[in-house]
């Protein structure tokens, strides 16, 4: 990484002009990532002042114009649990429908969470099982003994990750997870997020971060960086709160 210093700041500015660095010596990541976005749902969730439902539906709409192949819209629980998400419906109704993006809402089921392990669902019909690191303690050897013992039961074209940052490991954790062959990965806009039912935990790995690095590694996303940044900015604005995301913060120091 000290190579990394030596690069001028004009150049961290847009993703087209870094440079990106050889993968040829390392054959298991991937060559296409896709990015679950889950800002709208996740990222939001936990906020203690119930944010207006047009500011979300335009921060989904924002979304939507980067690219994102995939935006977790909003969550279908009881508003007794997390008042938050009490406007689904609306949101869900409200916000533009982009051709080629899947637009999907949570429907938690806890019962049936706790009765299934990750084959059961897959053998279910699961076509994707996601991985999360809710309360974010993971490290890396954590990912891969985790990641090494679900891959022996179910293939890893299934397999998704979807990391926390709370000791700041998320970013490590997900290079760890596409060097054993994942290419799903969950993210949010700005970092934002947390879990209301999980003390402690901040927020995910920040989109702007988590495309940074694979730009930087010649996997393609789809994904247009400077309408990120732009999204990120809209929803800190919005919540009147500094992005969590270390890339976001360096571009706007340039």
């Not at 990394?4 to 993703?15: D, I, N, S, Y």
């Not at 694979?214 to 990120?232: H, R």
Request: charged share 15%; glycine share 10%.
């Amino acid at each position: 990484m000290a190579t990394a210093r030596k690069v001028p700041l004009r150049r961290l500015v847009g993703l087209a002009s870094l440079r990106a660095v050889s993968t040829s010596s390392v054959g298991t990541f991937p060559k296409r990532v896709k990015i679950v976005e889950v800002g709208p749902r996740d990222g939001l969730q936990n906020e203690k002042n119930i944010i207006p439902t047009p500011t979300k539906i335009k921060l989904i709409d924002m979304l939507s114009e980067t690219g994102l192949p995939v935006i977790e819209v909003t969550s279908f629980v009881s508003p007794k649990w997390v008042p938050q998400m009490a406007d689904h419906a609306e949101v869900l109704k409200g916000i533009q429908k982009f051709p080629g993006i899947n637009y999907p809402v949570l429907t938690p089921n806890l019962r049936a969470f706790q009765a299934a392990v990750t084959k059961k669902m897959y053998s279910m019909g699961c076509y994707e099982v996601s991985l999360g690191d809710t309360i974010g303690v993971g490290t890396p050897g954590l990912m891969k003994a985790m990641l090494s013992a679900v891959m022996q039961e179910v293939p890893v074209a299934a397999l998704a990750v979807h990391c926390h940052d709370t000791y700041g490991q998320a970013l490590a954790n997900t290079l760890m997870a596409l060097q054993m062959g994942v290419s799903v990965v969950d993210s949010s806009v700005a970092g934002l997020g947390g879990c209301p039912f999980a003390q402690g935990a901040s927020g995910n790995l920040a989109t702007e971060d988590l495309v940074y690095m694979l730009a930087g590694m010649g996997i393609d996303t789809g994904v247009n960086f400077q309408k990120l940044l732009e999204a990120g900015a809209f929803i800190c604005q919005a919540l009147n709160r500094k992005t969590s995301s270390r890339v976001a913060q360096a571009t706007c120091k340039l």
